[in-house]
């Protein structure tokens, strides 16, 4: 069972670099969302999807983009990289109220 | 933004202790979750506790969402290693789910 999957695990962005996260998931679940992890602050929500085609800004969306072009892929952009974009990203979907998370993202931004 | 505020934020103790984290907002969930998150790893859930007052086992730990649906706590009775990880209160709200900062737990064998 692959779940919910993300690509890269990890990477190492130079400032001013772009770059794209994958993610991809095999439920068929119609919620998708983007969160980054960083130490004493838990999980805050980037930006989410409540079906294909469709995106919306969560806590923290400056600075990143988002598509949602099929509805098994989620993908999460960043147009210029900052270090204080260093972080740990957790791609999610979600049925009846339940989360499924990926292997996250660990990002490094220099 | 619906705070969730855990505590404590880290916790370290020896096999075979009992210990208690919490989850407390200001505000009112309609449900509150508990994921664990082992390192390397993205969340998993645990339970969910929907019932203000609401009690619930999943074998040594034990879930209490609070009456005024406002907090909720995860007590472990006799920690073994494996329940090291990091802890996670959540409240679904809407199309949105809303994570507590995270309880940070090591079981010393």
């Known amino acids: 069972n692959a779940g919910v999957t993300q690509t890269p695990k990890f990477r190492v962005l130079k400032t001013g670099q772009s770059m794209t996260l994958l993610c991809a998931q095999d439920?068929?679940?119609?919620?998708m969302y983007w969160y980054r992890q960083d130490p004493g602050m838990g999980l805050r929500l980037i930006h989410y999807s409540v079906g294909e085609g469709t995106t919306a800004k969560g806590e923290v969306p400056d600075g990143y983009n988002v598509s949602r072009l099929k509805k098994q892929n989620f993908l999460l952009g960043l147009e210029s990289a900052a270090p204080s974009q260093t972080s740990v990203y957790f791609c999610?979907?979600?049925?009846?109220?339940?989360?499924?998370f990926g292997q996250g993202t660990r990002l490094t931004v220099v | 933004t619906q705070l969730l505020e855990q505590s404590p934020q880290f916790l370290s103790i020896q096999e075979g202790e009992n210990l208690t984290v919490y989850c407390n907002s200001s505000s009112v969930f309609s449900s509150l979750q508990w994921y664990r998150q082992e390192p390397g790893e993205g969340p998993v859930l645990l339970v969910t506790?929907?019932?203000?007052?609401e009690v619930k086992k999943l074998k040594r730990l034990t879930f209490q969402f609070g009456d005024a649906r406002k907090d909720s706590s995860l007590h472990i009775t006799a920690a073994q290693p494996g329940d090291t990880g990091l802890y996670l209160c959540?409240?679904?709200?809407?199309?949105?789910?809303?994570f507590g900062t995270g309880t940070s737990l090591t079981v010393i064998p």
């Open positions: 506790v929907v019932t203000g007052g």
């Open positions: 439920m068929n679940h119609e919620y």
């Open positions: 999610a979907s979600s049925y009846s109220r339940v989360a499924f």
């Open positions: 959540a409240g679904p709200t809407g199309n949105q789910f809303y």
